[in-house]
Antibody
């Protein structure tokens, strides 16, 4: 079964850091680009970051640029999101999603992990 | 940045109704338009990609159309399991993708 499972979400104080993980199974992880997408409570979807299959190209939304770092370990079938200098505006459910570069679609999503930034 | 505007933001409909949701891009995005369905507490689910291609396993009552700046998601006959939020996403400026604000389909 094709699956993505996020972990690492937690309650963190403003200014703190957190590292999210996304474990992939059931497909050739190293062949796919990946995205992180987040959803604040009661709000819509917001794209956060993108990484190509071989990590050659990486992009970030302006809202997280300079604070978040996306990475992957194809040997471990895992995607990561290092989040620093967290603020209340980063409170959200974070999803990882498999991305098809040609058709520009995200066809497999994890269930999400919740990040709450609060003192 | 390409802005995506969905309308309406919410609608009430009955089982069996035909439902249409619109998504407008701030500039031409060709057919790089994807639709997702999201139920409360769940991850988004891919419905339509390339504006009109039905994702495998998605019921045929879902269809998409449009190109350029104006796109439509149509549910031909609403089923109870279709009450959810729907989001469009442009991929023209990939990987800098953007989502519409969402449309919540509620039971009348």
């Amino acid at each position: 079964e094709v699956q993505l499972v996020e972990s690492g979400g937690a309650l963190v104080q403003p200014g703190g850091s957190l590292r999210l993980s996304c474990a992939a199974s059931g497909f050739s992880f190293s062949n796919y680009s990946m995205n992180w997408v987040r959803q604040a409570p009661g709000k819509g979807l917001e794209w956060v970051s993108y990484i190509t299959a071989g990590s050659a190209s990486i992009y970030y939304a302006d809202s997280v640029k300079g604070r978040f770092t996306i990475s992957r370990d194809n040997g471990k079938n895992s995607l990561y999101l290092q989040m620093n200098s967290l603020g209340a505006e980063d409170t959200a459910v974070y999803y990882c999603a498999r991305y098809f570069d040609y058709s520009r679609r995200m066809d497999v999503w994890g269930k999400g992990t919740t990040v709450t930034v609060s003192s | 940045d390409i802005q995506m505007t969905q309308s309406p933001s919410s609608l009430s409909a009955s089982v069996g109704d035909r439902v249409t949701i619109t998504c407008r891009a701030s500039q031409s995005i060709s057919t790089f338009l994807t639709w997702y369905q999201q139920k409360p507490g769940k991850a988004p689910k891919l419905l339509i990609y390339a504006a009109s291609s039905l994702q495998s396993g998605v019921p045929s009552r879902f269809s998409g159309s449009g190109s350029g700046t104006d796109f439509t998601l149509t549910i031909s006959s609403l089923e109870p399991e279709d009450f959810a939020a729907y989001y469009c996403q442009q991929g023209y400026s990939t990987p800098l993708i953007t989502f519409g604000g969402g449309t919540k389909v509620e039971i009348k």
